[in-house]
């Protein structure tokens, strides 16, 4: 069986560096979560989520879009260009 690459070496070698990338991103995020500041508060995220959202209509903060995540009465000024 012949077997050939499709790709250039440069985009096996930027995928190879993006999966290199995430494996890397993969290991810091099982890091956190494992670190013991993140397992002393996970017990009471439910507390912080109910507080951060009292908070935010205290301060009023309006609620997060739904749908398409984007607010159809937004308008937005142009900078200078």
Same mark, same amino acid.
């Given at each position: 069986?012949?077997?050939?690459? +499709?790709? $250039?070496?440069? =985009?096996?070698?930027? #995928? %190879?560096?993006?999966?290199?990338?995430?494996?890397?991103? =993969? *290991? #810091?995020?099982?890091?956190?979560? *494992?670190?013991? +500041?993140?397992?002393?508060?996970?017990? &009471?995220? &439910?507390?912080? +989520?109910? %507080?951060?959202? =009292?908070?935010?209509?205290?301060? /009023?903060? $309006?609620? $997060?879009?739904? /749908? #398409?995540?984007?607010?159809?009465?937004?308008?937005? =000024?142009? /900078? $200078?260009?």
């Amino acid at each position: 069986m012949l077997r050939f690459t +499709l790709a $250039p070496a440069s =985009e096996v070698q930027k #995928r %190879a560096d993006h999966d290199a990338q995430i494996v890397a991103l =993969e *290991n #810091r995020i099982e890091q956190i979560h *494992n670190s013991a +500041l993140s397992q002393k508060l996970i017990p &009471d995220v &439910d507390k912080y +989520l109910v %507080a951060a959202r =009292e908070y935010s209509i205290v301060a /009023g903060v $309006p609620k $997060p879009a739904r /749908g #398409r995540g984007v607010c159809r009465r937004a308008k937005f =000024e142009r /900078g $200078p260009s």
